[in-house]
DNA sequence: TGCCAATGTATCCATCGACAACATCGAACC
DNA sequence: GGTTCGATGTTGTCGATGGATACATTGGCA
C-alpha cells in the first residue's frame, strides 16, 4: 500500500454510512473507522476537524439526498400543489427507509446540537421546501381554513414522525407484519387526502414511477 | 459526609435529569455524576450496571410520567372519545415541552436501540393507550374509512413527530415567535379537529386545566 | 455480639478524542 | 533535473470515560 490513501475523505464518509446502518451513529468513533480503513488512528484528522464535524458531514449529504428526493418526488407528481406536497412527505419517508443511516444521522441529537453554516443552511433549505410546498397547497384549497403557520408546523411534524415511525427497526413492531409500502401511503393519506388531489389520471409518469404507484393506485 | 450516601439511586436519576435538561443526552457520564455527587467514580456501578442501564431507568420513568398526563388528559376532556384521543396527543406534546429531559430520553437513540424488559414494556403500554383512543376514536366516526392500522400509525406519527417539533429548542425558529401553546392547539385540530368532538360545552373541567385552555377557546 | 449483605472505594485496563511532532509524497517551480 | 513546500499520513502522548475486580465500611439482623 502507499503511504497516501487516496480519496480517505470519501472513504471515511462511505464507511461511517457503514456503521451507523450497521450499528448506530454512537457507533461511530473516528479510530475504528481509521482501523477498518487500514490507516494510522490520527489519519482521519486531516479531513474532519473533530467526530462531529465527520457527522455533520454526513447529515448534510442527507439533506441534500433528502431534498433530491423529495424534489424528484413533486415533479413526478405533477402539477396540482396538493398533489406535489403529498409527494414531498410521501418521499421523504421513502428516503427514510432507503437511506435509514443518512436519516438517522440527519436526526440524531449529537448532530442536530451542532452548530455548523452550512449543515444549517442544507437544514432550512429542507425545511423552505416543505413549507412553500404547504403553502402552495393551501392556496389550491388544502385545509384553507387553518393558520399557514399551523399547517407548516403539521406538514413537517407528520413527515418527521411518519419517517421516524417507518425507518426506525424499534417501531417495526408497532407497524405489524403488514405492508410498510401501503401503510405508509395510507397513513400519508390521512396528512393529504389522495382524493383531493385534483388529477391522479392526468398526472405524468416516468417509468421508474409507475411500477411504485401500481399499488396505491388499486 | 457518611460514608453512605443513603439515596445515590434517587440522587443519580436526578442529577442526570438536570445534566440533560442543561446539555443532552450525549453530556451524561456515571463518573461526572458521582462528581456531581460527591462520590466514587465507581459508587454507580452499585445502581445501574452500566451507562444505558441508567438511561433506561430515565426512559422508563419518562414513559410513566407521559402515560400520566395523557390519561390525566383523556379523564379531563370527559367522555367523547375523540375529544379524547386529541387530549392524549395533546397531553403528549405538552409533556414534551414541560419534561424536555425526559422527553429526549425517550427518543434518545442510545435508548431506544437497548433491549430492556421493562423498558419495553413501559413503551408497549404507552403504545397501547394511543392505539385504544385511535380506535375507540374511529368508533366513534373520526375518519371512519380509514384502515385502523393506518389510523393508528399515523396518530402515533403525529403525536411524536409534533412533540418534537415543539420540545426541541433546534425547532424554535421553525415555529416562529408565535405562541407555542396556540400554535400546538393549531396543529393538533390538524390531527384531530376539535370541531368533531361532540361536545366541548359539556366537558368536565378541573380548576388547574380550565386556565390552560381559555387562551384556545378564543 | 458477631456475622453478612448492601453500599461505597481504590485500582487497573482498554478505548476514545484530541493534540503535537515528525515522516512521506507529489507537484509546482526554478 | 533538482529543490522546496504544502497536503496527507504516522507515531506518541494525555486526559476522560466505561467497565471490571478486589477491598473497605456500614448498619441491620440473627
Redesign the interface.
Same mark, same amino acid.
Given at each position: 500500500m502507499s503511504y497516501h490513501h487516496g480519496n480517505l475523505r470519501e472513504a471515511l464518509l462511505r464507511r461511517a454510512v457503514q456503521v451507523i446502518a450497521d450499528s448506530?451513529? +454512537?457507533a461511530v468513533s473516528l479510530r475504528g473507522l481509521a482501523r477498518d480503513l487500514g490507516v494510522s488512528h490520527a489519519a482521519p484528522r486531516r479531513h474532519f476537524a473533530d467526530r462531529r464535524a465527520l457527522l455533520a458531514a454526513l447529515a448534510q449529504e442527507g439533506f441534500r439526498r433528502s431534498l433530491q428526493a423529495m424534489e424528484d418526488g413533486a415533479r413526478e407528481a405533477g402539477d396540482d400543489p396538493i398533489a406535489r406536497h403529498r409527494a414531498l412527505g410521501r418521499s421523504y419517508v421513502r428516503f427514510a427507509c432507503e437511506d435509514p443511516a443518512y436519516f438517522?444521522a440527519i436526526n440524531?441529537? +449529537?448532530v442536530? !446540537?451542532l452548530v455548523d453554516h452550512e449543515l444549517a443552511a442544507a437544514k432550512r433549505r429542507w425545511?423552505t421546501t416543505l413549507r412553500e410546498g404547504a403553502e402552495a397547497a393551501q392556496r389550491a384549497g388544502w385545509?384553507p381554513e387553518?393558520?399557514p403557520? /399551523?399547517?407548516v /408546523?403539521?406538514s413537517?411534524?407528520?413527515?418527521?414522525? /411518519?419517517a =421516524? &415511525?417507518f425507518a !426506525?427497526e424499534?417501531?417495526h413492531g408497532? =407497524?405489524?407484519g403488514?405492508d410498510a409500502e401501503k &401503510?405508509a401511503d !395510507?397513513?400519508l !393519506? &390521512?396528512?393529504v387526502h389522495r382524493s383531493r388531489t385534483s388529477a391522479p389520471r392526468a398526472r405524468k409518469r416516468t417509468a421508474s414511477r409507475s411500477k411504485r404507484n401500481e399499488r396505491s393506485a388499486s
Open positions: 448506530g451513529v +454512537e438517522r440524531h441529537p +449529537e442536530s !446540537d425545511f385545509h387553518a393558520d403557520q /399551523a399547517l /408546523a403539521f413537517v411534524a407528520a413527515a418527521m414522525g /411518519a =421516524t &415511525l !426506525d424499534r417501531w408497532v =407497524t405489524g403488514s &401503510l !395510507d397513513v !393519506d &390521512l396528512v
